[in-house]
């Protein structure tokens, strides 16, 4: 079983619309999350770290759920530029030398 | 610097040649990492070093891989005998060190995609 698992969508939105994406990750001792987003062809780039009580960033808002180990992030009122892939992360307490990368949920965003 | 740098940021190679990758993490970052990213796939870890702490190489693919990070800065990923499967974007990241709350975070670089003919 991966570590992390996303769903690789494609996921086609309409400008304005609010859209969900969860992560699975396997081990419960893992102790960091976080969300990147990747551009075609270009290097991933940190969204936000995902803390235990939930956080919020403008649009964007990242949920943990220890108990049934899936982290969400919820993006409202979809822009075009929200178009990317986005890349759940996670970071064991066990190895912090490890990352453990999801391989991708992509948004496309539709005029 | 002000973020990773890495070089070339574009190459390519014949069959059976050597490359060497170059990665310039952000400055005062003691722990840097290599990841591979083939067309449409996942980032796979490569090789990690923290400090001056013996690397974990437990993501390289084969012998013909190797890193080595010099004066705990510059980092240099070394292929040898390129074959057509080592094709990808070779993407390297830094953060402030593996451990400590909240320096856990990866910057990345803006990669090198390596092409072998």
């Known amino acids: 079983r991966k570590e992390v698992e996303q769903d690789p969508g494609p996921f086609n939105v309409p400008e304005g619309a609010t859209v969900a994406f969860n992560c699975t990750y396997s081990n419960s001792a893992s102790q960091s999350f976080f969300w990147y987003r990747q551009d075609c062809r270009k290097e991933p780039k940190l969204l936000m770290s995902?803390?235990?009580s939930g956080n919020e960033d403008g649009r964007f808002t990242a949920q943990l759920n220890r108990a049934s180990q899936y982290i969400s992030l919820l993006i409202r009122d979809s822009k075009l530029s929200d178009s990317a892939t986005y890349l759940c992360?996670?970071?064991?307490?066990?190895?912090?030398?490890?990352?453990?990368f999801g391989s991708g949920t992509k948004l496309n965003v539709k005029p | 610097g002000a973020g990773v740098s890495q070089s070339p940021s574009n190459k390519v190679t014949e069959k059976g040649k050597d490359v060497e990758l170059r990665c310039d993490p952000i400055?005062?970052?003691?722990?840097l990492y290599w990841y591979r990213q083939s067309l449409g796939q996942g980032l796979e870890f490569l090789i990690y070093?923290?400090?001056?702490?013996?690397?974990?190489k437990s993501g390289l693919p084969s012998d013909r891989f190797s890193a080595e990070r010099t004066g705990g800065s510059v980092s240099t990923l070394t292929i040898q005998r390129t074959q057509q499967e080592d094709s990808a974007v070779y993407l390297c990241?830094?953060?402030?060190?593996?451990?400590?709350?909240?320096?856990?975070?990866?910057?990345f670089g803006a990669g090198s995609r390596l092409t072998v003919l």
């Open positions: 995902v803390y235990s």
């Open positions: 400055s005062g970052h003691t722990a």
């Open positions: 070093f923290q400090g001056n702490s013996a690397p974990d």
């Open positions: 992360v996670v970071n064991p307490r066990y190895n912090f030398n490890k990352f453990y």
């Open positions: 990241a830094s953060s402030l060190g593996a451990g400590l709350t909240g320096a856990n975070v990866l910057t």
